[in-house]
């Protein structure tokens, strides 16, 4: 099923609450604590939204060092609770205030995040009351949730955004291949993706240097983990309300992958984000560089078309 914003907008109705509180939780990690915030908006019953980062060292507003600066999951939070929806923002293991839940962070798979996804929804049920939670997976966060929800013990349903719809070796054979200037290095970058899709390593002292640092040793382990799976067979599997976002103006992602990911699953709602990008910025041309830009700008908000359709869903389908 797509919906337009107009019919959005139609079927929701923006509930004001009173200023929401911030406060830390903490959930059971493999080694040590697993760390987030809480952002409640003090409406009794409200309901709760888990959300799961995206790729890379990215925290739990959702910047990260490689240069985004979107502040997208607390702005996300702060939209959720106006709408008098609570959420829980979270440090993936192993990084930031989930330093302590993991030695070392590289040391990870798809399955560890989604234990971690099954962690907090515990936590959150113990805490809160509430009869379940809705897990909203970002980007990679999007995968981890699928994979979460394969079992569905304490998850409402799951808010898929800006998530690939193809295996994301995939996409990234997809994003190299995007930039001709690349096009010496394919037959070494497919070959190596494609070793890892079979649960395979790769010795990057045999691929040319540019490549190197998409298949370092240390996140091999990962990038098996992730190879591995199609999220439009995951999604088959899922006997959940499911919502997929998608911005047209997403750079990382395609709306052919959202719309993948609901034909795999008919009963999904599939709502398309005019003029929104990747971290849920609107951007209203198609320069890149315009696009890019939102990535750093903290002030920016999001697309208020974002919060609208997650308000419209999870009231529709409690």
């Known amino acids: 099923m797509i919906t337009t914003l107009a019919a959005m907008m139609l079927a929701s109705v923006a509930v004001q609450s ?4 911030n406060s830390e939780v903490t959930a059971p990690g493999p080694s040590g604590a697993l760390k987030g915030t809480l952002t409640d908006p003090g409406k009794r019953g409200e309901p709760i939204i888990l959300i799961v980062p995206g790729s890379g060292p990215t925290d739990r507003d959702g910047n990260n060092r490689l240069g985004v600066a979107a502040s997208t999951y ?3 939070a702060e939209a959720l609770a106006k709408a008098g929806i609570a959420s829980v923002r979270i440090d993936k293991r192993g990084m930031f205030g989930s330093a302590a839940a993991i030695a ?4 990870v798979t798809i399955n560890d995040y989604a234990a971690d996804v099954h962690a907090w929804v515990r936590l ?3 805490r809160t009351g509430t009869r379940c939670v809705w897990v909203l997976g970002h980007s990679e966060g999007g995968l981890v949730a699928l994979q979460a929800a394969q079992r569905s013990d304490g998850i409402c349903g799951l808010i898929l955004v800006a998530t690939p719809g193809r295996p994301m070796g995939d996409i990234l054979k997809a994003q190299l291949r995007a ?3 690349n096009a010496p290095l394919l037959p070494d970058a497919d070959r190596a993706i494609d070793t890892l899709a ?3 390593r790769v010795d990057p002292a045999t691929l040319p240097a540019p490549l190197r640092s998409l298949f370092p040793s240390v996140v091999q382990g990962f990038l098996v983990s992730a190879f591995a799976l199609d999220p439009a067979q995951l999604i088959k599997s899922v006997r959940l309300p499911v919502l997929i976002l998608q911005g047209t103006r997403d750079l990382q992602v395609e709306m052919t ?3 993948r990911l609901a034909t795999a699953k008919p009963d999904a709602k599939l709502v398309e984000l005019a003029d929104v990008n990747h971290v849920l910025k609107p951007v209203a041309s198609s320069d890149r560089a315009a696009n890019l830009a939102t ?6 908000p999001l697309a208020p078309a974002v919060t609208l359709a997650i308000g419209a869903f999870v009231g529709q389908s409690r």
């Open 104 to 107: 070392d962070a590289n040391a």
């Open 18 to 21: 009173p200023a929401s509180t």
């Open 74 to 76: 607390s702005l996300l």
């Open 124 to 126: 959150i049920i113990q």
């Open 179 to 181: 930039n001709p200037a």
């Open 257 to 259: 992958d959202a719309q």
């Open 295 to 300: 990535y750093t700008a903290t002030g920016l």
């Open 198 to 200: 079979a649960g395979a």
